[in-house]
C-alpha cells in the first residue's frame, strides 16, 4: 500500500526558507512523477510542482525561483526546497503521485509565513 508521509512544516519568517521531506513507502519514488501542492485557507489546492521519472522538474510561476523539487532515491523521499518565503505562501502543502491510475496523498504538513 502506497502511503506518503510529508512533515517539516513550521512557523517562519518572511524572507526565511525551510525543505519539506515527504517520505514514501509501498513505492519506488524514482519510478513515478512526483508532485507537491498546496491548500491556502478558503482556497482550491493547487500543483506546486512536479519532477519526472527522467528528473526533469517543472514549477509554478508563482515559486519559480524561489523554490526546489528534487528526491533522493536511496532514502525514497520527496523534497521542497523553499527559500524567500513570503505570507502568501502560507497553506498546507501535500505530496502527491499516481500508482496504476490511483491518486495517493500524504496528510499535508502546515506552512505558515509570518513576522
Known amino acids: 500500500q502506497v502511503q506518503l508521509v510529508e512533515f517539516g512544516g513550521g512557523l517562519v519568517q518572511p524572507g526565511g526558507s525551510l525543505r519539506l521531506p515527504c517520505a514514501a513507502t509501498?513505492?519506488?519514488?524514482?519510478?513515478?512523477?512526483m508532485y507537491w501542492y498546496r491548500q491556502a485557507p478558503g482556497k482550491q489546492r493547487e500543483w506546486v510542482a512536479t519532477?519526472?521519472?527522467?528528473?526533469?522538474?517543472y514549477s509554478a510561476a508563482s515559486v519559480r525561483g524561489r523554490f526546489t523539487i528534487s528526491r533522493a532515491a536511496w532514502q525514497n523521499t520527496l523534497y521542497l526546497e523553499m527559500t524567500s518565503l513570503k505570507p502568501e505562501d502560507t497553506a498546507v502543502y501535500y505530496c502527491?503521485?499516481?500508482?496504476?491510475?490511483?491518486?495517493?496523498w500524504g496528510q499535508g504538513t502546515q506552512v505558515t509565513v509570518s513576522s
Open positions: 502527491n503521485t499516481v500508482v496504476d491510475r490511483q491518486n495517493y
Open positions: 519532477v519526472l521519472v527522467d528528473n526533469t522538474t
Open positions: 509501498g513505492v519506488i519514488t524514482s519510478g513515478y512523477a
